[in-house]
């Protein structure tokens, strides 16, 4: 079966293993992402800044395109670009105008029935849970994660038909459906201060070194997080933030997809392991059973 | 400028200020809030950084001070984590408030010749301007782009750690994506100067 897909800038540059382990987990499921031709920027939280009408433009023109209405689903693996297409069909079916005014500007008719949805969302609630389990070759027993979903992959849930936005459970199934030990996470929606890492650096690091303290205090091995932009702002925030001994952190910051591709079988590299900045090395030892 | 700087001295209120800000998209609840201060205790940046402070961000348009806060341009600091918006009793938005507010200052300071000073503005302003040239955004260049205007060599000394481990493990994209459909992408770019330019119509 073949899933519409958008990859969003992210996915497409700087953070392709999330890819990479999402198609070798969905290939176990005989499912393949077929990527939307022609897809454009969502224009994430910038052109919110810049201008409302921008906001809605730029996410609206990509459901206009022929195989978005086709598929009448497209699957998303970063939260930011879910949640801005997800506000951007919201406000258009609260406002016609707005949408006619859509329509009018990229001269196709905007689509909103399309379903946006995020890979977690998909595979923890549309997915029989019994799927994933039955997937399992090695299934994770030595492996401690944390849970981390991070702010608009459920927020706003006006929005989003994600998780309970404050008592989200979707990756704490699918990692204790892989055997892995899910640990109790306080900071699991808290932000990781991406959106500021290219501009107030000192607030970014702040933000994910509590993330990155809360984790390490709990004893965790990794952890799991389900967008690209909180992934590369942890390991950031884990190469420049200290703890109180004046040590840096060295928790690997893995896409969800990568733990459930181990646990399915795959190789580190074909989950792109390496590609990781802070060492995976240790963590795929525990998965193969080598005490570490 | 810190709030407390941008407020010094006589306040001359705007009373058009509340009606501009709840006029325009994301504004329109503005008028509900009760001041219960629900957003600013769940604000991660006021946790850290408390001078924005959500709450007295929003008793500031209530009166009037429009000069002292676009002055601060404090809401730039906002990270868009919708934290405040989801827990709002009286679903007040405040994100999308900022947005309102983002809007207005950037409308107002293109219309003088001007911009915000903010770096959250000048990398939203990048960033656009990639998305305008290839109808994506190029990491690498947004990057290039921010550090030119910036013009903060501390910054990119600092990037260095992780730009540097990103690109050995091949995560840095050395030519930018292109869409096939640019003329959708400048059309949109192009109806958004326009409008703003007239200073009219439905924000």
């Not at chain 1, 933000?207 to 390490?216: H, M, N, Q, S, V």
């Not at chain 2, 770096?119 to 305008?132: G, K, N, Q």
Request: positive net charge; charged residues 25%.
């Amino acid at each position: 079966m073949k899933l519409a897909y958008y990859p969003g800038c992210s996915v497409h540059g700087s953070s392709r293993e999330y890819e990479m382990s999402a198609r070798k987990v969905l290939s176990r499921f005989g499912m393949e992402l077929e990527e939307i031709e022609d897809w454009n920027c969502c224009g994430a939280v910038e052109a919110a800044g810049v201008d409302h009408e921008l906001s809605v433009a730029l996410p609206a023109r990509n459901l206009t395109l022929p195989k978005v209405t086709e598929a009448g689903r497209i699957i998303m693996l970063c939260s930011a670009c879910q949640a801005v297409h997800n506000k951007a069909r919201s406000e258009m079916l609260a406002d016609p105008s707005l949408k006619g005014r859509m329509d009018g500007l990229i001269g196709r008719k905007v689509n909103t029935d399309v379903e946006i949805r995020h890979l977690i969302h998909y595979l923890a609630s549309d997915m029989d849970r019994n799927e994933i389990r039955k997937q399992v070759k090695k299934p994770l027993t030595h492996v401690k994660v944390v849970p981390y979903y991070g702010c608009v992959v459920n927020r706003p849930s006006r929005f989003i038909n994600g998780d309970d936005p404050d008592n989200p459970t979707s990756l704490e199934n699918i990692l204790s459906d892989i055997g892995a030990q899910v640990l109790s996470f306080s900071h699991r929606n808290r932000c990781c201060g991406g959106t500021a890492m290219l501009t107030e650096e000192d607030v970014a690091i702040t933000l994910g070194g509590k993330i990155l303290a809360e984790a390490r205090e709990a004893g965790a091995h990794c952890i799991a997080t389900v967008c690209p932009l909180c992934q590369v702002a942890l390991e950031n925030a884990s190469l420049k933030a200290r703890d109180a001994s004046g040590s840096s952190y060295d928790l690997p910051i893995v896409y969800f997809t990568q733990l459930m591709g181990l646990a399915f079988g795959f190789g580190p590299g074909e989950l792109g392991l390496g590609r990781n900045v802070v060492s995976t090395r240790v963590l795929v030892e525990k998965v193969a059973g080598v005490p570490a | 400028m810190a709030v407390a700087e941008a407020v010094k001295g006589t306040v001359t209120p705007d009373a058009r200020f509340f009606n501009e800000v709840a006029s325009r998209a994301g504004g329109e609840n503005l008028g509900r809030c009760y001041a219960c201060g629900t957003c600013t205790v769940s604000c991660p940046i006021f946790e850290i950084k408390p001078e924005y402070n959500p709450r007295r961000i929003i008793r500031m348009i209530v009166l009037g001070m429009k000069k002292e806060l676009m002055r601060s341009e404090i809401f730039w600091s906002c990270v868009n984590c919708y934290t405040c918006f989801e827990r709002c009793p009286q679903d007040v938005r405040f994100t999308t408030v900022v947005h309102a507010l983002k809007n207005i200052a950037v409308r107002e300071g293109r219309a003088r010749g001007t911009a915000p000073r903010s770096p959250a503005y000048v990398m939203a302003d990048c960033f656009m301007e990639s998305v305008r040239l290839h109808g994506r955004m190029w990491e690498s260049e947004l990057m290039v782009r921010l550090w030119l205007k910036l013009r903060d060599p501390a910054r990119v000394l600092s990037f260095v750690k992780l730009g540097l481990r990103m690109f050995l493990k091949g995560r840095v994209e050395m030519v930018p994506s292109r869409v096939k459909g640019m003329e959708d992408i400048t059309r949109i770019f192009r109806a958004v100067a326009a409008r703003a330019a007239a200073g009219g119509g439905k924000p």
